[in-house]
């Protein structure tokens, strides 16, 4: 049966520190602390490597650490038991590529079980960095991770200038758009984005870039591009591409639910009943994507429908 959303949310939550803990799976838990200790108790446990999940588990968490995990892990007296009977607990989930524009709303990734993302532009990004850096105490939000502003230079000298400027912010990555918006805007010629890239290999920076176009993906990954953002729109990936994919050790983030979200609203989606969205979801964009009038323009929209071949090429492979 396919589980929902809801069928790990509340256990994700509490384990957004879970990343690391396959090693403790087979060690004892103890009673040496006098920290707080949580046993998770009867859970199917997924760790993530590709291993057979392990049944009828006990997960043993003190402080905020993972002390435990197994079949044979007995709960340490004084603990507060939870009955996780039929429930699913997984690793931390990652999303590679999310905007967010308020800390509460990297909690509700956290209550999803997102418990880390990157956040590719934004020019608030580095502030809200710092602020949760600066942060004391349990944290219920997701780790950040940021690419800064988004390099829009026209000239290699400029490009130059806000690579230098990513640099000094500390971003963990540099990203720029190689994408005419359709025709409706210009595309960084060539001479541009090579400076990005020569400048970021100086500053010890990796590049992302934002791309739409089979040609394009690869002209940048011939110059060392380390994550491809959105997907390739125009054809199939190809064999070269693979190839220099594999060779940068790059990523590749196709961004399905991004594709999805430009048509799925034409009629109300199926998830907008999930009890858990419901819950924890943000009540003005529920409330705005389930008006009529929002369905009507969305399916009116020319760019709903170019999501929607997109989204099935990618999809179906076609």
Not at 55 to 71: D, F, K, S
Not at 140 to 149: C, K, Q, Y
Not at 161 to 178: G, H, T
Not at 252 to 257: A, D, G, I, Q
Request: glycine fraction near 8%; charged fraction near 25%; proline fraction near 4%.
């Amino acid at each position: 049966m396919k589980k929902g959303p809801q069928y790990f949310a509340g256990l994700a939550a509490a384990l957004a520190f879970i990343s690391g803990w396959l090693g403790l799976s087979a060690a004892p838990a103890t009673d040496q602390s006098n920290a707080p200790v949580t046993a998770f108790v009867g859970a199917r446990i997924i760790d993530g490597t590709g291993k057979t999940p392990i049944e009828n588990a006990t997960l043993v968490v003190r402080n905020g650490r993972i002390e435990a995990a197994g079949t044979s892990v007995k709960v340490p007296s004084g603990a507060q038991r939870i009955d996780a009977s039929g429930k699913t607990i997984v690793p931390g989930l990652a999303s590679a590529h999310s905007h967010v524009l308020a800390i509460d709303q990297m909690d509700r990734f956290a209550r999803y079980g997102i418990t880390t993302f990157m956040r590719l532009g934004g020019d608030d990004q580095v502030k809200m960095r710092d602020e949760l850096r600066a942060e004391k105490g349990p944290f219920t939000h997701s780790r950040l991770f940021i690419a800064g502003h988004i390099v829009v230079a026209m000239t290699p000298e400029d490009a130059r200038k806000d690579v230098d400027r990513d640099a000094a912010e500390k971003v963990d990555i540099v990203k720029f758009r190689l994408d005419d918006q359709l025709g409706h805007g210009a595309k960084m010629s060539p001479d541009v984005y090579a400076a990005i890239f020569d400048e970021a290999k100086k500053k010890n920076l990796r590049v992302a870039v934002h791309v739409v176009t089979l040609a394009d993906a690869k002209a940048v990954l011939k110059l060392g591009a380390k994550m491809i953002a959105h997907s390739v729109r125009d054809m199939d990936i190809d064999d070269e591409t693979i190839a220099l994919l594999k060779k940068n050790n790059a990523a590749y983030c196709p961004t399905f639910t991004r594709e999805l979200s430009v048509f799925a609203y034409a009629e109300k989606p199926v998830f907008l009943s999930d009890p858990f969205l419901l819950k924890n979801g943000d009540k003005a964009e529920i409330t705005k994507v389930q008006d009529p009038g929002f369905m009507a323009m969305v399916q009116k929209d020319p760019g709903a429908h170019n999501g929607t071949k997109s989204t099935f090429r990618l999809l179906c492979g076609t």
